[in-house]
């Protein structure tokens, strides 16, 4: 197996990993990668509307991977899981993590987002502390954040990662509660972790309720493409593989106690992304009874507490770790689209779990 692990003072294996979120969107990103470079990874996932085995397809079934369906709220499954795999590394990805949900069930990412955070820091805590010295050496938990915990920028300025935290919707507020949980048990209790918080992932396995797969699929039937207020919020992109990778660095080499922020370094308003969309479809696969895909863009109305623009300085990640993005939004955005086009066999399925219809519109 290859080594990819430090511990504090010297490099280590780190060639059992656990990944909580394992079969949704970034989660699976980071599991096929570890898998394909021969670690030993257990898939622990509750298998909400967004978790899907169908994006495990290439690694479920191999002898490094294993898969438990549990919930990261459930303490006495997690503890059975770390007592039983017992994994040199806890990589943190279990989320509600869509804003529109958030405003419309608020409750649900508090009890998952919070409490399944600090049901995880209690168990990864006993696990540590009965390790003997050599393994309590090696093992780390890996907090996976967003950058949406540090709120709003203006036109100018960029997000580090000593931006006070400034959340503004139920969402980032249970995100950044669970941050300052795993910060916590690192100074209270010595925990080993390390954390990150990212920009907008797009790419591969994305659940359609997200901008750029519902615009995608959208644009492929003919279908209005709705864009919030006048689509002038901005985000920074970043393509889910250029963040597993990230994840990968950081989780096994980043500094302990640290957090770092991973960004695409692609800022792109809302409404450029959809027309970057509609432009690549009309060329890909062109359809002359739907037409120009850009007339279908609809102005709806816009999210309550739509935070205006997010971009990451992700300095410190590359002066310290060495990670540069390897995708551009050109390149990442034509790599995307073109498959969904190419997997109608993933997306399809999931047409019963998500209409299109539109959330998030609670006061």
Known sequence: MSEIGHTREVDAPAQRILVTGGAGFIGSAVVRRLVRQGRQVLTYDKLTYAGNLASLAEVHNLPGHRFVQADICDGQAFRAALD??????????????????????????????????????????????????????????????????YGTLGDEGLFREDTPYQPNSPYSASKASSDHLVRAWFHTYGLPVVMSNCSNNYGPYHFPEKLIPLTILNALEGKPLPVYGRGENVRDWLYVDDHAAALELIATRGRLGESYNVGGNNERRNIDVVRTICAIMDRVVPDAKIGPREKLITFVTDRPGHDARYAIDATKLKDELGWVPTHDFESGIEATVRWYLDNAAWWEPLKARYDRQRIGLAP
Request: proline share 5%; glycine share 6%; hydrophobic share 40%.
């Open 84 to 149: 039983a795999f017992r994994p040199d590394l806890v990589m943190h990805l279990a989320a509600e993590s869509h804003v529109d949900r958030s405003i419309d069930g608020p409750g649900e990412f508090i009890r998952t987002n919070v409490l399944g955070t600090y049901t995880l820091l209690e168990e990864a805590l006993r696990y540590w502390r009965a390790l003997d010295a050599p393994e309590r050496g090696r093992f780390r938990f890996h907090h996976i954040s967003t950058d949406e915990v």
